[in-house]
């Protein structure tokens, strides 16, 4: 192999490994987006159930 094969080579290589480290970087942001949003979502759906459980425990509370 010449020197100027190896280069050729190796400058293909390199391509490829940006496409795949591009491929990989698109889909971590896509994961960490739709994590993003379980996260608000899970965090409305604790605020809500907090929310419930203090208005069931004051409506208890209440009644006595």
């Known amino acids: 192999m010449t020197d100027q094969e190896f280069l050729q080579r190796t400058q293909e290589q390199l391509e490829q490994l940006r496409g795949e480290q591009r491929r990989l970087h698109e889909r971590l942001a896509t994961d960490?987006?739709?994590?993003?949003?379980?996260?608000?979502?899970?965090?409305?759906?604790?605020?809500?159930?907090?929310?419930?459980?203090?208005?069931?425990?004051?409506?208890?509370?209440?009644?006595?």
């Open 32 to 64: 960490m987006r739709q994590m993003f949003g379980l996260r608000v979502g899970l965090g409305i759906l604790a605020g809500t159930l907090a929310l419930g459980f203090g208005l069931s425990v004051g409506y208890q509370i209440g009644r006595q």
